[in-house]
Structures are given as C-alpha cells and as structure tokens.
Nanobody, 118 residues
C-alpha cells in the first residue's frame, strides 16, 4: 500500500516562494510516475507537474512553467515542488499522487493548503 504525506504549505505573499514535500512509503522512485495536482476553491482539480522515473523526464503545466519545479530525493523517498514567484491564482490545495505508469494516478495524499495573498 502506497502512502503519501504532503507538507510545506502555508500563507505567503505574492512573489514569495514555498517548497512542498511529499514523503512516500510503499513505493520506490524507480518506475511509474509521480505528480502534483491542485484544486482551487470552486474549481476542478488540475495538473501541475509530473516526473517519469524511467525516462527521468519532467513535465510542467504551462501556467506554472518557469516558476515551479518538480524534483525528487531518492535517498529520502520524497517528491518536491519548489514554487517561486507565487501568484494569488496559485492559491489551492496541493496534492501529490503516485502512478504505476498505466495511465492513472492510483494513490493520493491528503493535500496541503497554499494561500497566496496579494
């Protein structure tokens, strides 16, 4: 059973930075994908960024490209999302998720709130 625990959210002013962490247990970072998603109040959940372990490639949504960076620390079995130049529209609950690579994300964390004030 894969368990994901996010941390690092909080309240920050526009232009500030945060780093989200997702501690994973029950899976290694050697196959499949892991990703970050977010859900803003009154909106659908949306994709933020993902990493594919076999290819070692990353993918970021256009609306965060150049500001957010997904990365992993294999030794700590932890996924990160570094967020710079935050905007009020980045306010959301951020979730990390794990996929075996079959096209769907099978496991989700409980989420961490990010609030950006203007």
């Amino acid at each position: 059973q894969v368990q994901l625990v996010e941390s690092g959210g909080g309240l920050v002013q526009a232009g500030g930075s945060l780093r989200l962490s997702c501690a994973a247990s029950g899976r290694t970072f050697s196959s499949g994908n892991m990703g970050w998603f977010r859900r803003a109040p009154g909106k659908e959940r949306e994709f933020v960024a993902a990493i594919t372990f076999i290819r070692g490639s990353t993918n970021h949504a256009d609306y965060v490209k150049g500001r957010f960076t997904i990365s992993v620390d294999n030794a700590k079995n932890t996924l990160y999302l570094k967020m710079n130049n935050l905007k009020p529209e980045d306010t959301a609950v951020y979730y990390c998720a794990s996929s075996s690579g079959a096209g769907t994300y099978d496991y989700w964390g409980q989420g961490t709130q990010v609030t950006v004030s203007s």
